[in-house]
């Protein structure tokens, strides 16, 4: 018996050409090298006999499966995106896309950038827009105060820099 889980919020239909281009060669990727390759070592392990028994068959169309699913979501999620490509009118506020320069109370800056919940890498300094802090930052200028909600507390920045690639 499988449990029920809810299905995933897809969260904003927006996306940067560079994160677009990541899913496109992600769909590549599993559509074109790794799915066929699983294949092959589905239909050796079939030919080997007693399927039942056959660890490698299960855990080869387990790997199908899991391949198949993520190749309907990337396929549905790609048409359903819209790439914005284009610099706002008023590059002097933070939009969907820009790099923000942030300094906290204490002096620390850090920098992110403005993406589609698909694009979501906080080690590349990357968050969704509909994470609590870029919903702050939208529409923002420069040197302008912006409080956010957190998890420990409510946090005060300071926007230093906007940059658009």
Same mark, same amino acid.
């Given at each position: /018996?499988?449990? =029920?889980?809810?299905?995933?919020?897809?969260?904003?239909?927006?996306?940067?050409?560079?994160?677009?281009?990541?899913?496109?060669? &992600?769909?590549?990727? %599993?559509?074109?090298?790794?799915?066929?390759?699983?294949?092959? !070592?589905?239909? &050796?392990?079939?030919?080997?006999? *007693?399927?039942?028994?056959?660890?490698? =068959?299960? =855990?080869?169309?387990? /790997?199908?499966?899991?391949? *198949? !699913?993520?190749?309907?979501?990337?396929?549905?999620? %790609?048409?359903?995106?819209?790439?914005?490509? !284009?610099?706002?009118?008023?590059?002097?506020?933070v939009y969907f896309g820009a790099w923000v320069t942030l300094e906290n109370d204490n002096g620390d800056e850090t920098r992110y950038r403005i993406v589609g919940p698909d694009e979501l890498d906080l080690k590349l300094g990357l968050i969704s827009i509909d994470s609590p802090l870029a919903r702050a930052l939208i529409g923002k200028a420069l040197d302008a105060e912006v409080r956010v909600q957190a998890p420990g507390g409510e946090q005060t920045f300071y926007i230093t820099a906007i940059d658009y690639p």
């Open positions: /018996m499988s449990r =029920y889980r809810p299905p995933r919020t897809a969260g904003t239909a927006l996306i940067t050409p560079e994160g677009e281009a990541r899913l496109r060669a &992600e769909l590549h990727e %599993l559509w074109h090298v790794r799915r066929p390759q699983v294949t092959q !070592s589905v239909s &050796e392990a079939a030919a080997q006999g *007693d399927r039942s028994e056959n660890a490698e =068959y299960t =855990y080869g169309k387990k /790997m199908l499966r899991e391949i *198949d !699913s993520r190749v309907r979501f990337l396929t549905k999620r %790609l048409e359903s995106l819209k790439v914005v490509d !284009s610099r706002p009118a008023d590059p002097n506020k």
